[in-house]
């Protein structure tokens, strides 16, 4: 019981400064400790990209979620990212969870840290949590990535902002901004100069 509210607590503080909780998947869900810790082990998938959840959290990105926190208990996301030209982040950082993007087609520039670099085919960035970053579609060409989180959930903060961006566009340009996500972890971060 007594581990309960201790994760009870934390989940509750972790939401209440806006920082992801989907590490616990079982317990972020209301479910018992004791379901969490009895759940059963991660069991293996075969995933299909034309299978996987397709969102467009922007008009810019297509993402294809093809793993969750949910399959891998927690441990990490895996997203099938698809960027266009034009495609450009905000400076931004996670307090919580580290990404590692994988490309697999096209060019971006990442800033990370301070240190911009360029990256294409066969190379990726990892960006650590609390790190300062943001990228930019390079070129004409789309670009195609995989992009693991970790710890899991990234999946939860694309639907609700996909789901955001289909009620905006459905209610015309008075449409309210959209909400806080608890789950995105997002912390903007002013780019030097500005």
């Known amino acids: 019981m007594q581990g309960k509210l201790l994760v009870t607590a934390f989940c509750r503080a972790a939401l209440g400064a806006g920082i992801?909780?989907?590490a616990v998947p079982a317990l972020a869900q209301g479910q018992g400790q004791d379901q969490a810790e009895t759940s059963p082990a991660a069991t293996h998938l075969f995933v299909t990209r034309e299978d996987a959840e397709t969102l467009e959290p922007s008009a810019t990105s297509v993402s294809r979620v093809m793993l969750t926190a949910d399959q891998t208990?927690?441990?990490y996301s895996i997203i099938d990212e698809t960027f266009q030209p034009g495609m450009k982040s905000p400076s931004h950082r996670h307090g919580w969870h580290a990404e590692t993007f994988i490309v697999l087609a096209?060019?971006?520039?990442?800033?990370?840290g301070g240190e911009t670099q360029e990256i294409g085919p066969g190379d990726l960035v990892y960006i650590p949590p609390d790190?300062?970053?943001w990228v930019e579609v390079v070129g004409d060409e789309p670009v195609h990535a995989i992009m693991v989180y970790e710890p899991g959930g990234f999946e939860i903060g694309l639907r609700m902002r996909a789901a955001t961006r289909v009620e905006r566009e459905s209610a015309g340009p008075a449409a309210e901004p959209p909400t806080p996500n608890p789950f995105a972890d997002f912390i903007p971060v002013a780019r030097p100069g500005q």
């Open 20 to 22: 992801a909780v989907a």
């Open 73 to 75: 208990n927690g441990r």
């Open 106 to 112: 096209g060019r971006m520039r990442w800033t990370v």
């Open 131 to 133: 790190t300062p970053h």
